[in-house]
């Protein structure tokens, strides 16, 4: 197969980057995805004391520095945001929206950024609530759809349900102007829970309540339980062992997203660790063919 | 392999001695294309003890309706004529083998 990275790496934070580096000095086919600026929590940092040999460097330092090393080494991010990891048996399917990844072994370093549920989203989870509005539309056709939208990207998603919905009821939880269609109801209240009996009947707001049938929370970061079916987790953190790897085979995880303590230097140790392990099952499985 | 089947089909398709998967799923559906390799290889592999079949939601309302199917892919398992089980949203191979044997 033409386009199948060997592994593919979902973050640019301290243990994505990590994880490119080592994996790129062993000679892998790699893709980085995050963004340019690495991490917001990294080049937010005012000072940072504890980093081997930067002593009372800034964030915004630190991450000058990461990049010149991934320029050195010619490692590029890739800027797409992936909404689903699927793991297929002999490779991982990442997707963009319909645009899909191939790579044979996935490291996942997305942080620990995900926000806490609202109250029934849980329950209702597959019985009116839902993560990607553009997959589950169709199922909402001629009915009545809420959308919490946390940033520009679910404003299109909104867009594209209002085609098939009866009415949409967008609710930013971000300031700004809306690129909306004319019939969707932008409505800026904040969302309490979600209610119903079999399915979702109603959505509470702290200054009212809508009746619809689906709620669709567009957040920034997907849990990774959502983002990869089927993976371990432990209430906010991926399961992994001291391998670095996670329940599904092929699939590692570094950094903040596998617990604390959340510091750069052990995402940065963890990255090196699940990239080394990702290069050692990519051999193995070479000389095993 | 694993068969198509319809609103008009459903009862008869499903009334089986052992027991039936039913893939409900879409076209446009994104998981759903994932996992549709997924059932296919299962189907060849258990195909002695579990029957698969698939329907399309779009074109089969009725039984997405029977079985309140709110969001795809859905996996039943009906087993003595009962729905003994479902599970929502895409799931790796192994999961899936995991979920079925228990029935079995």
């Known amino acids: 197969m033409d386009d199948l990275y060997d592994i593919a790496i979902v973050g640019s934070g301290p243990a994505g980057v990590s994880a490119a580096v080592n994996a790129k000095i062993r000679n892998k086919k790699i893709i980085l995805f995050g963004n340019n600026d690495l991490s917001s929590k990294l080049n937010l940092a005012p000072k940072i004391d504890n980093y081997l040999g930067y002593y009372n460097v800034t964030g915004r330092e630190l991450t000058d520095k990461f990049i010149e090393h991934l320029n050195s080494m010619n490692i590029e991010i890739s800027k797409e945001r992936i909404n689903n990891i699927y793991a297929m048996g002999d490779y991982f399917s990442l997707m963009v929206n319909d645009k899909e990844y191939k790579a044979t072994t996935v490291i996942l370093a997305t942080g620990v950024l995900f926000g806490k549920p609202f109250k029934g989203e849980v329950e209702f989870l597959g019985r009116g609530v839902g993560y990607c509005a553009t997959c589950d539309a169709p199922l909402y056709k001629g009915r009545p759809v809420a959308i919490i939208g946390y940033n520009k990207e679910a404003e299109e998603e909104a867009n594209y349900v209002s085609e098939l919905a009866s009415i949409v009821y967008y609710i930013p939880t971000y300031k700004g102007e809306y690129e909306l269609k004319e019939n969707i109801e932008i409505i800026k209240d904040k969302p309490l829970e979600i209610v119903g009996d079999l399915q979702v009947k109603k959505l509470l707001l702290a200054n009212g309540e809508i009746e619809v049938d689906g709620v669709f929370i567009l957040r920034d970061n997907v849990a990774p339980e959502q983002l990869v079916p089927g993976l371990e987790v432990d209430e906010n953190h991926i399961k992994v062992n001291r391998d670095m790897k996670t329940n599904i085979q092929g699939c590692y995880a570094a950094g903040d997203v596998v617990g604390k303590p959340y510091q750069y230097m052990k995402a940065m140790g963890e990255g090196q660790v699940a990239a080394l392990n990702a290069v050692r099952y990519l051999d193995n499985l070479a000389t095993n063919k | ?104």
């Open chain 2, 1 to 104: 392999m694993v068969k198509q089947i319809t609103d008009a089909t459903f009862n008869e398709e499903t009334n089986s001695d052992v027991p039936v998967v039913v893939d409900f799923w879409a076209p446009w559906c994104g998981p759903c294309k994932m996992l549709g390799p997924l059932i296919e290889e299962l189907a060849s592999e258990m195909g002695d003890k579990v029957k698969f079949a698939k329907i399309n939601v779009d074109e089969n309302p009725i039984t997405a309706n029977t079985f309140r199917v709110a969001s795809i892919p859905t996996l039943i398992i009906i087993k003595d004529g009962k729905v003994v089980d479902q599970s929502l949203g895409f799931k790796p191979k192994p999961a899936l083998v995991a979920w079925i044997q228990k029935y079995l």
